[in-house]
Every structure is written in C-alpha cells, then in structure tokens.
C-alpha cells in the first residue's frame, strides 16, 4: 500500500522527498543526541517534557521511510562509514556511560570505560572485515 | 556550496532549487520548534490534579482536598456551600501565577460565585495551633531558690536537701522566669531518700543514659545524647547504679526531627522512625541545613523502622520545629498541629539543632481571585502569586469558598510562569545549583 502510494509520485519528487528525510533524520538524531547529553546532565529535563522513546520511534519510522523510498527510487546505498561523525558520537558516548557511573569509584568506571570500548572496537573490526 | 547530506543523490536543477526551498523551511520549522520547546522548559509548567471520581489514582498529584482539618476530606466531589475547602500540593520554582479549574457537575449546577485564597509555607507550618509546649523531659530548672526536674511531662520540685543528696551541681540548672513554670503541671516532690525520679539523665563511664520506670535506657550514643539533651544535664555516675536500677533492653536514639547520614543516605528522625531523603533539592527545599546531618553508625540506623521516602510533597514530621523569622517565636510540629513554645529556655531545651525558618506572612492570604465561568461551562479561577515567591516553602495552600452547594469531578491547577528576565535567571539558577548538587560532592558526615 505504502509503495503504492509512492508510485503515484513522480520520480523527482520521489527523490526530493528522500533527501528531505535524511535531513530529518539528522535532526532527530541531533535532538536525540542533545536530550541524552541533558538529560545526562539534569535527569529529568527533557523527559518532563517529551519522553525520549518517541524521539527514538520518530527515528525509527525516518530511517524506514528512508529505506523504502531507497528502493523505490533504485537509490544505491551509500555503505561507507562516515568516521568524521562516528568518533564524536563515540565520543559523546563513552561520555554518557562515563556519566551514568559517576557514583562508582573512578578506577572502576575508567576500567569499564577501556572494556566496552575495547570491545566496540573489536566488534566494530570483524564486522568490517565480514 | 549548500549543505547537502545525499550530494550522491543527484536531482534535476529546477527540482534542487525547490529541494534548497523545502530544506531551509524544514531547518528553520526544525529551529523555531526547538525554541518553543526550549521556552517549554524554561518556562516550564507544574500541573496538579486530583479527580473526586478516581480518588486512589494513582495520578492524583495533590492532596485529598479537605474541609478544615486534615480528617475531614471532601467526599465524592460534594462541595457544601459557604464552607472552606483546602486543597494543597508542593511545587517547586518561580511562579508568576496559578490557575485553578474545575468542571461543572454532572448532576448540579456550577457556583454562581465563589473565591480562591492562596498561602505559601510549608504545609506543617499551616497546622492549626494548639497547645503550647513546656520543657522537655529531663530539663533541669531553677526558679527563686527552688530546683526542679521536668518528669513525665511535669514539673517536679526538689525538697530543700534533695538536690545535694541526690548530686546535683546546683549550677547544672537552668535559672527560668516564673512564668515559664505554668506550661508544665506541678508534679510531686522529689525527695531525697526516694532515689531518682523518672527522667533523670546519668553519665555512667562515657555512655549516657535516661532513667524511666526504674530501669535505666542507654543513649546509642553520646551524639544521640547531645541531640536531646545539653552535657551538663547527665549526673555522673560510676557502674554500681545499676544494681539499683537495671539497665533497660531497650535504647535511646535521636530526638524527634534529627537528621542522621548513613553511607549517602540522610534521614530525618521521628516517631522511633527514620524517613529518607530521596534528593538535595528536597533536603534544601525543606529547610533543612547540612550542618545539622549526624552521622550515625549501622547499629543506630538499626534501632529504626525506616519508612516511606520523604519527598518534597512530604509533609515535616512529629518534632520538627519552625523558627519565626520576623518575631523569634519557635513552634514545634506534633500530630497534625503546631505548637509554640513560649519562652527561648523551653525552646534551648527542645531545639539542640538549627530550627526550620518560616515567615509569619506566609500565615496570611497573600492574593486572591473570583472564580468565573468559562465558555465550555468549566469555572476557573487565576490567581497572581509572584508575591509569595519570596517566602520559605515548598507548600502552596488553596482556599476555595463557593456560594453554592456544588459537585465537581476534577480539580486541576496549574503554576504558570511568565517569560521574564527574572525567570530565565531563576532558571539559570536552579539548572547550575542542580549540576553543583549533582557533580559537587555534598556528601553528608560519615563515621
């Protein structure tokens, strides 16, 4: 039904409109990555207001909409890793799991911190490598 | 070059040109409702509401609106005319105003008129008055040559030779007006030969103890000792007093509205009960002071059921005591009231800690509104209450009059603020003591 619908647009609107989703989707993942970072900070700030679930479901139904205008428009995938945004999101992530275990005593949370990024790593490798 | 994320998708000139349009709308639509959320929450807000028809909702977020005295709650919604309802709830902020709702009844029709005061304290503050309080038990009085010990809630007088029979240091009692002698009925005589009367303190070795029904009660420490009592209280004694009176299974712990710390945890004392502190905002919203946090050890945390958490919807408990802070006057919060205790001497006897300051203004009705009817025949009522922001308090106290007998299903109000300079700097203020709070050890005493 859904595809459908998106035949009975014409091709370059089909087009335009995945490229304004990947435009949306920067801007949830923005909003998403700034309301981690406050809520990180001031528990509670954001989520008095808006509840993060529906930013990740808002998220989840771009990344769909995307995916399926992808293959109606016979768009070729862009695999290739973007490293320029992967390490400050890496970043901003390993600062939030430092964040959440501030109460542990630090010699413990610094460990852990090395651990889960030595296996995001190695992961990260052998997927690679596949 | 404009910013494009998919340049590897590439479009007709005449249709990039509309997609640059539809891209800068989307950012800008994207920017401006992130400054309507970023107003939200800075200028954020607090609901409260309570539905006569669900009352054990677990979504009510106020109390059980109430006639006068906190027994008296309004049943089903059922509002008898020219009687005063009170309805109070804990918001935390600066508020320019509340706007109070209710819709009109099913089964009746709304309020030809009514009105809304309002008062800001804390809600224990808000009590009824009762009875002033005398000295504590075990105070040491003297009075125009006459000594006496407080014993069971009475004043007991000493015979003429009693004190020096029984080794009191006649300095270890406090010299007191006679007109502090009338708020403790007269008790008997204590007399010499008799041995020692009900509420005597001894120091036996370095552990205190409190003599009652002729069994001696050990303080769980001397710092549980010094929260009830002054050093120069306890008569010293050596080991064999307790072949005259035994010593009790039973010990002694902080008085009523102590603050104890054990590990990260802080608890306020009352009633052989300890309440936890869930948060810092709640410790500081209270009035409390950290100078006041004794840190106690395992054993003494043991003596204690520990009870529900104590939030700031919580309401200060048995033995906590207010501080005026205009007139000095002190009360003292037992069973649903608040009592004064008249002079400083009997407040030096009760208050071994920092007492909570209040303001008598906040006893006063501060502002006021008409409740009028509204289009979709819901009445409301706005009340401006940025004059209150000032006073000490947690509690906002609402007192509704309605000229007609009524039935309503829901009560909501809503604190509002107004975009203001002074509001973003409260703001301001309340996220960088948050982060302090949070990142800044503020650790109570630990042992």
């Known amino acids: 039904m859904f595809h459908k619908l998106l035949r009975r647009f014409k091709p370059e609107n089909t087009i335009l409109i995945y490229k304004l989703l990947n435009d949306l989707l920067l801007l949830w993942l923005a909003l998403f990555v700034f309301s981690l970072v406050a809520e990180g900070l001031i528990p509670g700030i954001v989520s008095q207001h808006l509840e993060l679930y529906k930013i990740a479901l808002a998220m989840l139904i771009n990344v769909v909409l995307i995916r399926e205008m992808r293959k109606e428009a016979r768009i070729g995938s862009a695999s290739a890793t973007d490293k320029k945004i992967a390490w400050p999101l890496f970043s901003i992530f390993l600062l939030l799991l430092f964040n959440s275990m501030l109460k542990l005593d630090i010699y413990l949370n610094l460990f852990i911190l090395a651990a889960v990024s030595t296996t995001g790593y190695l992961i990260f490798k052998t997927f690679q490598d596949e | ?447």
């Open chain 2, 1 to 447: 070059m404009w910013f494009d994320l998919t340049k590897d998708v590439p479009l007709a000139e005449k249709d990039y040109a509309r997609y640059k349009k539809f891209q800068t709308a989307l950012y800008a639509l994207a920017f401006l409702l992130a400054a309507i959320m970023a107003v939200r929450v800075i200028f954020d807000a607090q609901n409260f509401t309570f539905s006569f028809t669900n009352p054990d909702s677990s979504k009510n977020s106020m109390a059980v609106p109430r006639y006068q005295g906190v027994d008296s709650p309004v049943e089903n919604g059922r509002i008898s005319a020219g009687r005063d309802v009170y309805f109070d709830m804990a918001a935390t902020g600066t508020f320019s105003k509340a706007v109070i709702e209710f819709p009109q009844g099913q089964d009746s029709s709304g309020p030809d008129s009514g009105s809304i005061i309002v008062k800001k304290s804390y809600q224990a503050f808000l009590y009824p008055e009762g009875d002033p309080i005398g000295f504590k038990d075990g105070s040491l009085l003297k009075n125009n040559g006459n000594y006496y010990l407080v014993s069971q809630g009475t004043l007991r007088r000493f015979d003429a030779d009693a004190v020096p029979a029984l080794g009191y240091a006649p300095d270890a009692f406090v010299e007191i007006a006679p007109e502090e002698l009338r708020f403790n009925p007269a008790g008997q005589l204590i007399k010499g030969d008799e041995g020692y009367p009900d509420g005597s303190l001894f120091k036996i070795d370095s552990d205190y103890y409190l003599l009652e029904d002729a069994r001696l009660k050990k303080f769980s420490s001397e710092q549980a000792f010094l929260s009830q009592y002054g050093p120069r209280q306890a008569l010293e004694k050596n080991a064999d007093i307790f072949s005259k009176y035994p010593l009790s299974e039973i010990p002694i712990g902080f008085s009523d509205g102590s603050l104890i710390s054990y590990g990260e945890s802080v608890y306020v004392v009352s009633d052989n009960k300890i309440l936890p502190i869930n948060n810092p905002v709640t410790f500081l919203e209270k009035g409390f002071a950290w100078e006041d946090v004794i840190a106690a050890s395992a054993d003494e945390i043991a003596l204690y059921e520990k009870t529900k958490l104590f939030t700031i919807k919580s309401v200060h408990p048995n033995g906590t005591i207010f501080a005026n802070i205009e007139n000095a006057d002190h009360y003292m919060v037992k069973d649903s009231e608040k009592h004064l205790l008249p002079s400083r001497n009997i407040v030096d006897s009760w208050l071994h800690h920092s007492s909570i300051p209040v303001s008598e203004k906040s006893l006063e009705a501060a502002s006021q509104c008409e409740i009028k009817q509204g289009f979709f025949g819901s009445y409301s009522c706005e009340i401006p209450i940025a004059s209150l922001q000032q006073l000490a308090g947690t509690n906002y106290e609402f007192i509704m009059k309605l000229d007609d007998s009524t039935k309503i299903d829901y009560l909501n109000v809503s604190f509002k603020k107004d975009i203001s300079r002074t509001n973003l700097v409260a703001f301001l203020r309340d996220i960088y003591n948050k982060i302090k709070n949070r990142y800044v050890s503020q650790a109570p005493p630990t042992l």
